[in-house]
């Protein structure tokens, strides 16, 4: 079975600067796809970032980059010019790209901004 | 474009009695799948429905079942409830060939007493 680990149940940053939010995952799959997202007060889960294993390219989506290294197992979201909005519950999610098997979670990381 | 909508937003039961949760999936979208977040933790998969049909499920017991309607819309029932059950209940739904792609609604709030 497929597990995602994120290490760091909590991070503060100050308003402006970067922070970096990390996972890691165990899978025996070769293709597959890896997201983060990102779950505010409100519970809504929105969909930050999206990465797809076969791709070399690491995903980026206007301030919020990931560094995806397959080999390492190792998918780490990089948020910059951090922002007072940004402030939220941060999940970590693998799909097996089978369709049917679900999302598998992380615990989650709660990230502050400090303003 | 509605997106992904779930009702009641908050519940409260008690042990033993029976619950059923709904969720209307997002415009176009086939495939609806239920999800289930406990305090502090992230979400669990429970199952998965497409063609009316339960396609794959986590490691739920069979208290908890479902039912999608020709429309799409779905509806999670968990039977006896225990003081565990309380958690939050998050819908997602997806094209059936882009389940990679999925989009949650708010979640409905579930507290056994």
């Known amino acids: 079975a497929q597990t995602v680990t994120q290490s760091q149940p909590e991070m503060s940053v100050q308003e402006a600067e970067t922070v970096t939010l990390s996972c890691t995952y165990d899978t025996s799959e070769s293709d597959y796809y890896l997201f983060w997202y990102k779950q505010p007060p409100s519970r809504q889960m929105i969909l930050v970032i999206r990465q797809e294993a076969y791709k070399q390219q690491n995903a980026t989506e206007n301030r919020f980059s990931v560094n995806f290294q397959k080999a390492a197992k190792s998918f780490s979201l990089k948020i910059s010019d951090s922002q007072l909005g940004d402030a939220a519950m941060y999940f970590c999610a693998y799909d097996s790209g089978g369709g049917a098997d679900g999302l598998t979670f992380g615990k989650g990381t709660h990230l502050i901004i400090q303003p | 474009d509605a997106g992904v909508t779930q009702s009641p937003t908050h519940l409260i039961k008690t042990r033993g009695q029976q619950v059923t949760l709904r969720c209307s999936p997002k415009?176009?979208?086939?495939?609806v799948s239920w999800y289930q977040q406990a305090l502090g933790q992230g979400p669990q998969f429970i199952f998965q429905y497409y063609e009316e049909e339960e396609r794959q499920r986590g490691n739920f017991p069979d208290r908890f079942s479902g039912h999608q309607f020709p429309n799409y819309s779905s509806e999670l029932n968990v039977n006896a409830l225990l003081l565990g059950d309380s958690a939050l209940y998050l819908c997602?739904?997806?094209?059936?060939?882009?389940?990679?792609?999925?989009?949650f609604g708010p979640g409905t709030r579930l507290t056994v007493l």
């Open positions: 415009s176009g979208h086939d495939t």
């Open positions: 997602a739904s997806s094209l059936e060939d882009r389940t990679d792609t999925q989009y």
